[in-house]
């Protein structure tokens, strides 16, 4: 399993929140600080991390940066 932080820019909490309640674990954190969203969150292999990143990059207007992957 593995934790995950991201930042995200030009992204509505809401939307973060929806993508990540249909492909991680059932506990997330998402919140908003000087107009970025911040998640942090558990999945259970890459490979799902990966879905997630793919889903992130079809918008076009968005930035993100996952900023740590540990090993948990």
Do not use: G, Q
Not at 45 to 63: A, C, G, M, P, Q
């Amino acid at each position: 399993m593995f934790l995950v932080k991201v930042e995200c820019k030009n992204l509505e909490v809401e939307k973060l929140a929806s993508y990540l309640s249909e492909i991680v674990e059932p506990f997330f954190r998402v919140w908003l600080f000087e107009k970025k969203v911040y998640a942090i969150f558990k999945v259970n292999s890459l490979s799902t991390l990966k879905t997630l990143i793919n889903k992130l990059k079809r918008d076009k207007h968005l930035e993100f940066r996952i900023f740590r992957i540990e090993e948990v």
